[in-house]
């Protein structure tokens, strides 16, 4: 038998369930196939949710900054907020906690 995926009662062979359902990373611009995590709003593969400059994933319980829907370390998020002009307030950008980002797998079963 094919491989297929189940949502919500229902088996979809691979080809329909991606162009039906498919996550896209926010990183990437790409279908999620796999393990994906979702953190600000927005679902990641996880080797594209790194900081935006330093390009390095979090560690541990780390915590990372949001600063225009991006994530950011913290070292790489205070050089990026004091150099960008930026309209928001320091307030309305956000520490997302490691216990906000939200770790998922897509399960094909066969």
Sequence with gaps: ???YIVKDGMPYCLDDFFT???RTCHGCDTIITG???EAMANYWHPDCFVCQKCRLPPEGNENI???NALPFCLKCYHEVASSVNNA???SQ???LKNSEI???HTVIKS
Aim: glycine share 0%.
């Design 65 to 67: 900054y949001e600063l």
């Design 102 to 104: 939200t770790k998922h």
């Design 20 to 22: 039906l359902h498919a």
């Design 1 to 3: 038998m094919d491989s």
């Design 93 to 95: 950008n956000k520490v």
């Design 88 to 90: 928001r307030t320091k």
């Design 35 to 37: 393990s994906y995590i």
